[in-house]
């Protein structure tokens, strides 16, 4: 039976999103406390594993979301935070901090006031993290250049008919399986929920799909690989007269033969997109009854402890097999707020319910939120619960005992800075496709950036990779392509699981790596794989030494052998 050892790390404290502030490769703390006007920031602390407060800052009002940004890519991670005004509309800040000996202080920047909370996307032009502000007269991009805001209109994205829904209105994710992130947008049209798909052009974003899904009250939506097809589907949960009920829009594009994408010359498009992303086809869409899950459930949409933010709903690959998991936040029939955990099961071809760590979740107190991290940089993903313990909010981890054969890559991913290895926050959008163990699987992932829901998502990107031993082949990052930085960087040198990489992505698909080993966890198996590819480059090299003795001439060959880590 599965153990999940817990442990409290921060008392009175909501967590509301992950950040690496202090570029120390940590997942800091970014929350409030018991008064939601006061922000607090916690560090994780090596030497005495604990996390310890490092900045404080008290407010006015009551902070509704807050939002991790690198908005110059230069390294130096920022905060986005919205406050709610009675009149419904949010009123936004920039806090740029300064670390000075040690210190963290910070200049507030004012932004325009909008109708519904900002998130983050990815500036067609330079490939810069940029803000969607949705204003009471037009939607506008955010940029950020040498201290300086700009603001840019953007046209033709929503019509007269059409509002953003205020709590959680986009995302910003890779649906045509191009590597390309599509800018998402959810409408409230005619008194239904729309999802409008638009793709990047040069000259800023076209409409590509749109769908009606429904004319009941959603909860966040949220994307990813769960039919393990290495396309991103969709799935969110609608309060339907009947019950809730767990919608899924599987992506109607497939893939080819996961080897034939290790030839550069093989088109990333996926087959079928031009029949549309998504589908209300049977085949396509899948209702899932919440109550058949788990009798009397009542689903949560609105966290009342964080000022009602969107939320209750998370995804991540707790397992590390490289399907992410569902986790719902729900009211049982005592109506005590539990997680419900849920997976994939491609045989039933339907969602179950995760049972090896279900009976792990039961706490006694009410939970708020659910995310998992890999705090102790030790190889696994930790969960993380925010729950309330006699009337006070703590954040408790459970020590992950899931799977201990299976092995990750993680991924963070900026732009080049100027003799600097600081990388800040993941560029929002940036799509990864994995290609492994000799070419026979595939695993595709994107960081979709903090957005205007609760949904716990890092600055790394986690792609996991079950118990192989295989080599990695192939690394494909995809990034808006309408600017000097190439649309596709091809990664095909030598790396070992468990590596934990920052990428630095230069003009014209130039990048360099910073990589970090965790061996606690898997040190010997991944010994095993270094001497195997030793071994076989080693091998590689007598050969061509015994076909230069044999022809008696210099065999010139610009990186022939891809030696272990050139690219590190």
Same mark, same amino acid.
């Given at each position: ?365 009410? $939970?708020?939120? /659910?995310? #998992?991290?890999? +705090?102790?940089? =030790?190889?696994?993903?930790?969960? *993380?619960?925010? &729950?309330?313990? !006699? ?122 790596? $910073?990589?970090? /080993?965790? #061996?606690?966890? +898997?040190?010997? =198996?991944?010994?095993?794989?270094? *001497?195997?590819? &030793?071994?076989? !480059? ?31």
């Amino acid at each position: 039976m599965v153990s999940f050892p817990m442990k409290t790390l921060i008392k009175n404290f909501f967590l509301m999103a992950y950040a690496d502030i202090f570029n120390k490769r940590h997942y800091d703390m970014v929350g409030v406390g018991s008064d939601s006007r006061q922000l607090l920031i916690y560090a994780y602390d090596d030497n005495y594993d604990i996390y310890k407060q490092k900045f404080s800052y008290n407010f006015d009002n009551k902070i509704f979301s807050i939002i991790p940004c690198d908005l110059e890519s230069n390294g130096n991670t920022g905060l986005i935070i919205s406050f709610k005004t009675e009149e419904n509309y949010f009123e936004n800040i920039l806090l740029d901090f300064k670390k000075e000996k040690g210190n963290l202080n910070v200049d507030i920047i004012d932004l325009e006031n909008t109708i519904s909370a900002p998130f983050l996307f990815t500036n067609w032009e330079n490939a810069k993290p940029a803000v969607f502000l949705d204003t009471s007269k037009n939607i506008k991009m955010l940029c950020m250049n040498d201290g300086t805001i700009s603001y840019e209109i953007l046209k033709n994205l929503i019509n007269e008919d059409e509002r953003l829904k205020n709590d959680h209105a986009s995302t910003f994710v890779d649906l045509t399986g191009n590597l390309q992130s599509d800018l998402c947008l959810f409408v409230n049209k005619n008194g239904s929920t729309w999802l409008k798909v638009f793709e990047s052009k040069p000259n800023g974003f076209n409409l590509l799909f749109e769908i009606e899904l429904t004319n009941n009250k959603i909860g966040p939506v949220l994307f990813g690989d769960f039919t393990n097809s290495g396309m991103n589907s969709m799935i969110f949960v609608e309060d339907d007269p009947n019950g809730p009920v767990l919608n899924l829009y599987i992506n109607k594009g497939r893939r080819e033969n996961p080897i034939h994408y290790k030839s550069l010359k093989v088109s990333l498009e996926a087959i079928n997109i031009e029949k549309g992303l998504f589908s209300k086809d049977s085949l396509y869409h899948k209702k899932i009854p919440i109550n058949s899950l788990y009798p009397k459930a009542q689903a949560i949409y609105n966290l009342e402890e964080l000022n009602n933010i969107s939320g209750g709903i998370y995804v991540t690959d707790i397992d590390l097999d490289g399907t992410p998991e569902i986790f719902l936040l729900i009211k049982n029939e005592h109506s005590k707020k539990i997680i419900l955990p849920l997976k994939f099961n491609n045989t039933l071809n339907d969602f179950i319910i995760y049972d090896e760590i279900n009976a792990y979740l039961r706490v006694e107190d009410v $939970v708020i939120s /659910f995310s #998992t991290v890999d +705090y102790r940089n =030790k190889g696994k993903e930790d969960i *993380i619960l925010n &729950i309330i313990e !006699n009337g006070s909010p703590i954040i408790i981890a459970y020590e992950n005992t899931l799977n201990k054969a299976n092995m990750k890559l993680s991924l963070t991913t900026s732009l080049i800075n100027k003799g600097s290895n600081k990388y800040g926050m993941s560029l929002p959008g940036i799509s990864y496709m994995l290609i492994f163990n000799d070419g026979n699987n595939l695993k595709i992932s994107t960081n979709f950036g903090s957005g205007p829901f609760l949904h716990l998502v890092s600055q790394t990107s986690t792609i996991g990779l079950g118990d192989s031993a295989f080599m990695i082949n192939i690394l494909r990052i995809g990034i808006s392509e309408h600017n000097k930085h190439k649309d596709i960087y091809f990664i095909d040198n030598s790396i070992i699981q468990n590596f934990d990489l920052i990428i630095f992505l230069g003009e014209y698909g130039k990048y360099k790596i $910073v990589a970090f /080993f965790n #061996t606690s966890e +898997y040190t010997f =198996k991944i010994l095993i794989v270094l *001497i195997t590819v &030793i071994s076989v !480059n080693l091998l590689f090299l007598l050969i061509l030494y015994w076909r230069q003795s044999k022809h008696q001439k210099i065999i010139r060959s610009k990186d022939s052998t891809h030696p272990l880590f050139r690219s590190l």
